[in-house]
């Protein structure tokens, strides 16, 4: 693979002196992709990765690590929302990375067909999926689709783009190139910094692969399975993930249980406390070298106590995006 072809790992450096690898210990990497944390943190001696990707193409990659650090590395072709499957209970995790999105290399597969310039067949599955763009964008009802749009992709002219769609798919099966048409000569205004189609593509890619619920679950289970004094870290791109990431972490390192009446210095320690109160972002060295570390937010919090279990309102809080998410019930019931 030439340098121009490789995925950077952003924030790298900055992600490795908060988990701080070099006094040892075992790390669940939940976003593998193509090794570049992994690699890492497995520099540092008496380290241990068990490291997931719910992506089978990843596989290649963690068998040239295992062939080279043996049992200090675990492969498992997962996705992060069934953390708390793997029986961790007893081992000592000081820390749980998170680099959510996709890779350069996923971008790049003309089969899996994540961006707007690829040809053909609609389909953006990341891996481990019960359904493809093709079956939402041809199947799901006007409102449905409008939904998806507006609420995954914040997207303001979702109502006409998703009245285009059911239009247009009357007489066609809707195609990547189709789909772009039809955005496009929807859309009101006709300049944008990004693509015009760059908010529905991404709607779209987090309704196939329920990015949204992945996240939530993902983050309540590494909550559970980190060890207390270990580390949560997690790299977003987009804001509907940061916000999502930003409330479960605050939420559960705010005393919002403590009484007024309650001695000082005798107040309940919270489950978390944030490492930092804003998000670490790309310098501008990185941003040049990797322009699209320019919107990655790096968030970290370490866990206090040691429960596995704890209440947290995340769910009520996002119900409404799960909800959306649970559109694709309707589609993969089709095939069951
Ligand atoms: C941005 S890339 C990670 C890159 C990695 N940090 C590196 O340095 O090579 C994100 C990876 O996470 C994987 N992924 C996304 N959502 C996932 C999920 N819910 N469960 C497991 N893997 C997921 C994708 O397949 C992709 O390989």
């Not at 763009?133 to 914040?154: M, R, T, V």
């Not at 189709?178 to 955005?183: G, N, S, T």
């Not at 249980?257 to 309650?262: I, K």
Request: aromatic share 10%; hydrophobic share 35%.
């Amino acid at each position: 693979m030439s340098d121009m072809e490789k995925h950077y790992p952003v924030l790298l450096n900055e992600l490795i002196s908060i988990i701080s690898p070099q006094h040892g210990g075992t790390f669940i990497d939940c976003t593998f992709g193509q090794g570049g944390y992994t690699k890492k943190i497995l520099d540092f001696p008496d380290t241990k990765v068990i490291a997931l990707d719910r992506d089978s193409e990843s596989m290649k990659e963690a068998e040239k690590i295992q062939n080279k650090f043996e049992d200090r590395f675990l492969f498992k072709n997962i996705k992060f929302s069934q953390l708390n499957n793997l029986k961790l209970k007893n081992e000592n995790i000081k820390g749980i990375i998170f680099d959510l999105g996709y890779s350069y290399t996923q971008i790049k597969d003309p089969k899996k067909r994540l961006s707007f310039d690829s040809i053909g067949e609609l389909n953006m599955k990341m891996g481990i999926n019960d359904f493809s763009a093709k079956e939402a964008i041809n199947n799901l009802d006007e409102k449905e689709l409008e939904k998806i749009f507006k609420y995954l992709g914040e997207e303001k002219e979702s109502k006409r783009i998703s009245h285009n769609i059911v239009e247009d798919r009357k007489t066609r099966e809707i195609t990547t190139e189709e789909l772009v048409r039809i955005i496009e000569s929807s859309k009101r205004k006709k300049k944008y910094k990004t693509h015009s189609a760059t908010k529905i593509f991404q709607a779209l890619r987090m309704f196939v692969n329920k990015e949204i619920t992945e996240l939530i679950y993902g983050l309540i289970n590494a909550a559970k399975v980190v060890k207390k004094d270990g580390i949560i870290a997690v790299v977003t791109f987009h804001s509907l993930e940061d916000r999502i990431v930003k409330y479960f972490f605050k939420s559960l390192s705010e005393n919002n249980s403590v009484s007024r009446y309650v001695p000082k210095g005798k107040e309940e320690e919270n489950l978390l406390k944030l490492i930092n109160k804003k998000p670490i972002i790309a310098s501008k060295r990185e941003i040049n070298e990797n322009p699209s570390s320019r919107s990655a937010k790096l968030r970290c919090v370490i866990k206090k106590k040691n429960f596995y279990d704890f209440k947290t309102d995340i769910l009520d809080k996002f119900n409404y995006l799960i909800e959306v998410e649970n559109y694709s019930k309707k589609l993969w019931k089709k095939w069951y």
